[in-house]
């Protein structure tokens, strides 16, 4: 294990996370991916820790992902579902995270159609004066941390599987290709990528691409974009390499990496697309618009997939350029280490 202090008590966004942080997460997923690669896949790491999950939102990787690393590290684990909870009789979410406090909860994995319950959690439980941490699985269309890692280490681990670090994709070329104004996954990524100094493309229609980013991206020479300074942003996000486009071609000309997201519909409340099909034949990811990027060029998607929108079936099937599995598999190796650095402290 990476001998570096880990010092963050909660995770909940990463705008602030450090290069030194980031590399922490990396390493520590590397030396679990290798312990999940044995014939005995479980560490004594959280043992006698309660590792309670509150999913207020439906979710099967995720949510199976951090159950599985949790049971992995030989923490207890609680499960909550808001269908079949209290909360269907009135209770808060405040409540609700205090019974589990009352369990005896060491790490709560919050996950909420609303942005921000995951730091109303957290700041709650730092009031009480309590030793839990919350980490953010994903918070309306805010962030959604261990989505974006595990994305970091799959792309790293291509680059160097022995020892995947945030340099490796300095002046990389990875393009967000889809719904990225709904998407909490790429405001994630965006801060991880740029901060490991790779160029960030966005490339969406007009509609799905909000103009927080249109604001801040550096003009390519490729399409002009009007930009309107709001300084909260302007502080954070200056000095990355993210660029926009209205057009998939120049997002994916020499693209290194390409990650497609998933078109929410059911957070779309107006008609933001003309018809599937038209968004399919503009923004889908298939092998043929492949030919644009770099000869081994690697396809990332968070899930869950609606196959023949955003990516073409036989590319997600794809061994040769599909990463899909794999972010699958990395993200039980990096759920891990969150769970791991964050709660190797309690213990």
């Known amino acids: 294990m990476p001998t570096t202090t880990w010092n963050r008590h909660h995770v909940l966004t990463l705008a602030d996370f450090t290069k030194a942080e980031y590399n922490t997460v990396l390493q520590t997923a590397a030396s679990f991916q290798e312990v999940l690669s044995r014939r005995t896949k479980k560490v004594p790491s959280l043992q006698g820790q309660v590792v309670a999950n509150l999913f207020f939102e439906a979710s099967t990787r995720t949510r199976s992902s951090f159950e599985l690393a949790a049971k992995r590290l030989s923490a207890d684990t609680l499960n909550f579902t808001s269908a079949t909870s209290s909360i269907t009789k009135g ?61 970091l280490f799959t792309i790293c681990s291509v680059i160097n599987p022995e020892n995947p670090r945030l340099e490796l994709l300095k002046n990389k070329k990875i393009a967000i290709v889809g719904d990225i104004l709904h998407s909490r996954v790429a405001r994630s990524n965006i801060w991880s990528l740029t901060a490991s100094g790779a160029q960030v493309h966005l490339a969406a229609p007009p509609t799905l691409l909000p103009q927080l980013f249109a604001d801040y991206v550096k003009d390519d020479g490729v399409g002009k974009c009007e930009r309107e300074k709001i300084a909260n942003s302007q502080s954070k996000i200056q000095n990355r390499n993210l660029f926009i486009h209205w057009e998939l071609e120049p997002a994916l000309k020499n693209a290194d990496f ?29 092998c043929t618009k492949l ?16 196959r023949g929108v955003e990516i073409s079936s036989d590319l997600m099937d794809d061994p040769e350029f599909s990463l899909i599995q ?9 759920r891990m280490a969150l769970l791991y650095l964050i709660g190797s402290g309690k213990s």
């Open 258 to 286: 390409v990650m497609t997201l998933r078109l929410q519909k059911e957070r779309m409340t107006g008609h933001l697309l003309p018809s599937l099909r038209e968004y399919h034949q503009m923004f889908g990811i298939t």
């Open 291 to 306: 030919q644009l990027c770099q000869p081994n060029v690697k396809v990332l998607h968070p899930g869950p997939v609606n």
């Open 91 to 151: 209770e808060t979410i405040l409540d609700t995270a205090k019974t589990y406090l009352a369990m005896g909860t060491d790490i709560m994995v919050i996950r909420h159609r609303e942005a921000g319950v995951p730091q109303a959690i957290a700041t709650e439980m730092d009031r009480l004066g309590v030793k839990v941490s919350v980490l953010n699985a994903g918070d309306g269309q805010h962030e959604h941390p261990s989505q974006a890692l595990l994305d």
């Open 326 to 334: 794999a972010q699958v598999t990395s993200g039980v190796a990096v």
